[in-house]
């Protein structure tokens, strides 16, 4: 190793063999020239080291100024020498050499013009093979740079064989490792329930045979039993989080979670999970367990509002169009409104707001309010009914 640099310092010819890290087409020769000085400097800790290892820590010190200056051609080169390490005899270096070939070849397969797919495969597969204790986070990492490029397929396979991988006692670390793999496996799987769900809902109830059903639901139990591990152990699992709840949601829409997938989706910046949000919160009041919950009214109030506001009531519509023959029994009633002003007249005047946007102030449930409320509360009233008058979908549709 030595030797290599030394030539590479003088600037004279040296063909590499690029073959040898990752099996890629020839790349072009570089003569480099490095300063004297990198091997004549040592420090106290330097002097106790082998020449060897020495010469390795001058040259990952050049891999790593390459690839921060984005020298992709340079840190190959090098990165071939690099690979000498492996041959100390010394475990704790060669750990510590794997991890920093992994790191540093993946950037640069990564980012190298000459680079493609099969050298990443090779790479990798020589990467699982050199220590087994580093197996489970190159199957990780390679997944993920699976996802990254669409390989969705490819990205599952390998996550189902890390899942399944077995040698010796598992540590810590690994257990951490495993638990990731399985969080993205069952995320792979609730994208494929999901995207399998959609093509469903477009077709005729009589087109879904049997064989389909199946299959839906084997994603479907994969991806809950999964994602449901992961988030019950300690971590931040935000990426899981929002997939198992919406599995959760198809299963059991009135679950105390629904509030909480409510507010991940608001988080988003995409209108249509803010569609999606105000959908969970509708369902939510289908049900009697929820129907005198003030916290879900005011949000679907504040949601209802913001809809309306941005130009988005046909999503108020959409939701409103297959509950208008029994919401207004089940939560808009002349009774219901006495009863709801009396326990707490705060959340009635949202509900009879929300009820007259739904179904303009002749409702019942809203003139009942405003009557009651008027005396105590007549600007206030007097504003709601305004708004009402200007934004309810009978307003909207010209009714």
Known sequence: MDDEIEKLMVGRDHSLDVER???SSSLPEVHLHLPTSVLQYQNLKDRKQSGFQRTAKICLRQIRKAVLHHDWQTAAELMTNYFQILEDTSPRNQRSACKAIWRMGTTILQHHPNSSMDNIESFTRKMKIIGVKFYLKACLEHAIHLLCNGKMDEAYRELS???TWRYGEKSANQQEVLKLIQG????LDYYTWAKKNRV???MANDAVD???????????????IGLRDVVQSPGVWDPF???YVNVLYHLTPSHELMLEFNSLLLKSRKSCHHKEALGVLFCLL????????CNTWKCLLKQVKKAVAQGYSDWIKEQWEPRQDWWPAFHFSKYRAHKDFEENNTNAYRKAQIAGILMGKGCKYFITIYQLGRKVQKAKLKKMRQYVKDHSLLQLSGC
């Not at 993205?184 to 995320?187: I, Q, T």
């Open 21 to 23: 890290a990752w099996t």
């Open 161 to 163: 064989v890390a899942e």
């Open 184 to 187: 993205y496996r069952a995320l």
């Open 200 to 202: 469903v809902h477009d």
């Open 210 to 224: 049997s064989s389909t059903a199946q299959e839906m639901h084997k994603y479907f139990r994969q991806a809950s």
């Open 241 to 243: 989080i929002l997939g």
């Open 286 to 293: 289908d049900f009697p367990t929820w129907k005198e919950d």
